[in-house]
């Protein structure tokens, strides 16, 4: 069964930026539509980013648009979601989950969520 692992997550000032990481072992992420959400206390899950099988396209959360950037590296079996200017209203966990088919932003046609990792964007 696949299970993603997501990882990169810390405590960062306003302004600065984290690299999340996604991986799983046994199994080619390569076939997958790849989605990270974000869930804050008392929040909603919501799609902050996808990037397609092919890593051709990629959509983005209105409010992380110009500051963040997801890819893949099907070599190393890793999507990346690199985050730049963060603000405090980033801070929540970072999930990331697998897909069949284009990027859809409803966390129901998700699958193999991990554990999360935690954003904290603080002074």
């Known amino acids: 069964q696949l299970q993603l692992v997501e990882s990169g997550g810390g405590l960062v000032q306003p302004g600065g930026s984290l690299r999340l990481s996604c991986a799983t072992s046994?199994?080619?992420?390569?076939?997958?539509?790849i989605g990270w959400f974000r869930q804050a206390p008392g929040k909603e899950r919501e799609g902050v980013s996808c990037?397609?099988?092919?890593?051709?396209?990629?959509s983005y959360l209105d409010s992380v648009k110009g500051r963040f950037t997801i890819s893949r590296d099907d070599a190393r079996n890793t999507v990346y979601l690199q985050m730049n200017n963060l603000k405090p209203e980033d801070t929540a966990a970072y999930f990331c989950?697998?897909?069949?088919?284009?990027?859809?932003?409803?966390?129901?046609?998700?699958?193999?969520w991990g554990q999360g990792t935690q954003v904290t964007v603080s002074s």
């Open positions: 989950a697998v897909h069949r088919g284009s990027c859809v932003s409803d966390a129901g046609y998700y699958g193999g």
């Open positions: 990037i397609d099988d092919r890593g051709v396209a990629t």
């Open positions: 046994g199994v080619t992420l390569r076939a997958y539509t």
